[in-house]
Nanobody, 125 residues
Framework: EVQLVESGGGLVQAGGSLRLSCVAS????????IGWFRQAPGKERGGVSC????????YYADSVKGRFTISSDNAKNTVYLQLNSLKPEDTDVYYC??????????????????WGQGTQVTVSS
């Protein structure tokens, strides 16, 4: 059984940082791509970043380029999303997801097969 568990969310002031973690069980990162998404109440879930095990590529949404960094520790089966220079508009529930094709991009929800439960990020102004 594939399980993804996010952690690391919280409340931070604008300009602050958080590091989100996505720990996977039942998968190995060599076989999957891992993506990060975010969603606000009443809005569609949007792609933030992904790391592909197929070609090693990394993708960022334009809104987070230069501020967020995705990385992986395959030995720990964990993918991280470092969030720097946070803005109030980054307030969302953040989800990690696994794509069994291992490509991961385009980072759209319907190409991903397994999802975590989400972690709340709240940025105060």
């Amino acid at each position: 059984e594939v399980q993804l568990v996010e952690s690391g969310g919280g409340l931070v002031q604008a300009g602050g940082s958080l590091r989100l973690s996505c720990v996977a069980s039942g998968v190995t990162f060599d076989d999957y791509a891992i993506g990060w998404f975010r969603q606000a109440p009443g809005k569609e879930r949007g792609g933030v970043s992904c790391i592909s095990s197929k070609d090693g590529s990394i993708y960022y949404a334009d809104s987070v380029k230069g501020r967020f960094t995705i990385s992986s520790d395959n030995a720990k089966n964990t993918v991280y999303l470092q969030l720097n220079s946070l803005k109030p508009e980054d307030t969302d529930v953040y989800y990690c997801a696994a794509d069994i094709t291992a490509w991961g991009h385009p980072v759209i929800p319907n190409r991903y097969d397994y999802w975590g439960q989400g972690t709340q990020v709240t940025v105060s102004s």
